[in-house]
Each structure stands twice: as structure tokens, then as C-alpha cells.
């Protein structure tokens, strides 16, 4: 090597090490053979000890079968970016985003770009803004339902009061009867209002849950999802669960809303299942539909997808639980939720 070449691949080695993030280079036979200060440090070893390692020794099997899809679409020549939850050990949780970069020549792959970044401060942020965001909306919901809802039914049940006064003295003065159709009238659109401010306020708040618990919250809005979009949409529980964690609860809530939202909206399902049950220490939340799959959030490779998969993911991070979204052998996609209860 000469003196320049041996110079600037140290100063490329430098410029790799400084970098905040894991960098990395993998074979198409998936072998690392390039990696930065960061990555060595994460994986503990030395340069000499990281060269020519099986991408799959490395990573460790199940590591490995969780980001295997990603990998193959990325030696597909489609760039790769997504989200990872990495535990580690004494229960200290990172948040990563994760790249993996083809490296074309021409059309063929040579190997992959591996960047990693540890995205955890930013993770914590989104989830503060999150919660946020849902205490302003239990706020305004509750406002809806209490304060304003009320004085609206108040207003209702006065030009009702009316109407009939108005209809008992028509006999004495005919011209009257107009002035009875519009206090009906008022009594009338006021009590819409009151059914639509109670409609809002249910999206907002659902108040069935904090009345009745999750079982019933969830029959309600799997009812609801029926009648709105006149599909099937199932509530299975045959457990009697009751969720003492108003946190866990609306949590849990969210993730199906959330959940069902996307089978609607990008799966197209005709059929739905909602599915909630407890054995054996483990309480599951299943949302499955028999929609079109999660081929088109695949195929979007490094496009982002939108916040709600990564909200959902965060609200079980926070409940302690664990969520994976996959296709349902039988076609379409299943969110499932699982959390230790003891
Ligand atoms: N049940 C589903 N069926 C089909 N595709 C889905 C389903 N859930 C999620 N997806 C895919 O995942 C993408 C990301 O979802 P999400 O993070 O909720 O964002 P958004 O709903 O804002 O697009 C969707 O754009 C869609 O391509
Ligand atoms: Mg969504």
C-alpha cells in the first residue's frame, strides 16, 4: 500500500469511528468485514476478531430471524430502514433505527451498508409528545361530555318546555302554532348536538372504559367498527379480565384502535377479530384481519411508514409488553400484544 492509500484509508477508518452510530460492511455471503469503534464495542470484540464473522454468528439466531426479511429485501437491491427494540441485558431497553444499504454494482449487490443508530432520547420525546397528546384529548373529550354536552341538553330540554307551553295556549291565539314548530325544532337540533358531542366524545375518551373496564370498551368499539363500516368485526374474550391499570387499559385500547384503523384503512377487511385473553400469567390482545397483508409496508422499504405502527410499538414498550405485526396463516394481519402478568 502506499503511503497516500494507506493515509486515506486511515483517515476513512477515523471518519467511520467518530461517526455516533454503528457502521458497518457485510458481504453478500454475509460476512462482516468492515466495522467502526461503536459496532466493535456493541459486539465486544476486536477488528481482527470482527473480520470475515458470519453475519448470522454475530448477530446470534434469534437476533437474526428477526432482521433475516429485512436483510434479504435489502441483498434484493431495496434499501432498508426500520425500527428495533433492543434489550439488553439488566433490563436497559435502546431504541435503534437501523439501515441496511445496498451496495450496487451496476445491478448486482456486492454487500450491504450497515448504520445503526441508538435513537432512544428521541424515542422517550416522541413518547412524552404521545402522552401528551392524549391528556389533551381526555381533557377536551371530557369537556365535551361533561361541560358542554350538558349545557346543550340543558338547552333541549328548555325549548321542549316551551313547545308545550307555546301548544297549551294556542287555542287562545292561533298565530301561536308557528312558534311551537320552531321551539320543536330547536329541542330537536339541540338534541342531535348532544348525541354528536357524546359521539366525539367517545373517540376522544372512551368513557366506556373508564366506566365498564377494557372487556366491555372493547365489545363496545368492535360494535361500533360493525355498524361504521358494515363489516364483521368480532370481540372474542372468554376470560373474565379485569385491568386494574388504568394506564395498561387505555394503552391496550389505543393499540386496537390503532390496530383495526390500519386493517380498515390499508388491509380493506371484511372480517375482524379482536381478541383479548389471559392464561397462565400471560395476558394477549390480538388484533387480526383478513385483509390484504403487509406486503405493501415491506415493498415500501425505505420510504417511511406513518407514526402509527411506531406508536403502537411505544405503547407497549411502556406497558412492558411486547408487540410483533405479522401476516395470519390464513391470509392478512395479525397485531398481537403480550404482557406478563406475574
Ligand atoms: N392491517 C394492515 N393491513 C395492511 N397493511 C397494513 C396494516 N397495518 C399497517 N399496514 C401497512 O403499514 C403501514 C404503516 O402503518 P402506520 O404506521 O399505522 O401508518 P399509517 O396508518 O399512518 O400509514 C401502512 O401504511 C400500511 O402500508
Ligand atoms: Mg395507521
Known sequence: MTESLHESAHFMKMIADFMPGMVGYWTRDLRSTFANREYLNWFGKSTEEMHGVPVQDLLGGELFRKHEPYIRAALAGQPQKFDYTLALPGNEIRETLVH?????????????????????????MELALVSAAEEHQRLIGQELHDNLGQQIAAIAYQAQALERK??????????NADAATIAASIATQAQHAVMQCKHLARGLLPLELETNGLMSALRAFASSISS?????????????IDIGDDELALSLYRIAQEAVHNSMRHGGARNLTIALKEREGLLSLSISDDGCGLEGL????????????????????????????????AGGTEVLIERQTR
Open 100 to 124: 441496511y444499504i445496498p451496495h450496487l454494482d451496476g445491478s448486482e449487490v456486492q454487500g450491504l451498508f450497515v448504520l445503526i443508530l441508538d435513537v432512544t432520547e428521541r424515542k422517550n
Open 228 to 240: 361504521t363500516y358494515g363489516v364483521v368485526c368480532d370481540f372474542v374474550c372468554i376470560d373474565d
Open 298 to 329: 415491506t415493498a415500501k422499504g425505505a420510504t417511511a411508514p406513518g407514526m402509527g405502527i411506531g406508536i403502537m410499538q411505544y405503547r407497549a414498550l411502556r406497558i412492558g409488553a411486547t408487540l410483533k405485526l405479522g401476516p395470519r396463516a
Open 166 to 175: 307555546i301548544s297549551a295556549s294556542k287555542d287562545s291565539d292561533p298565530g
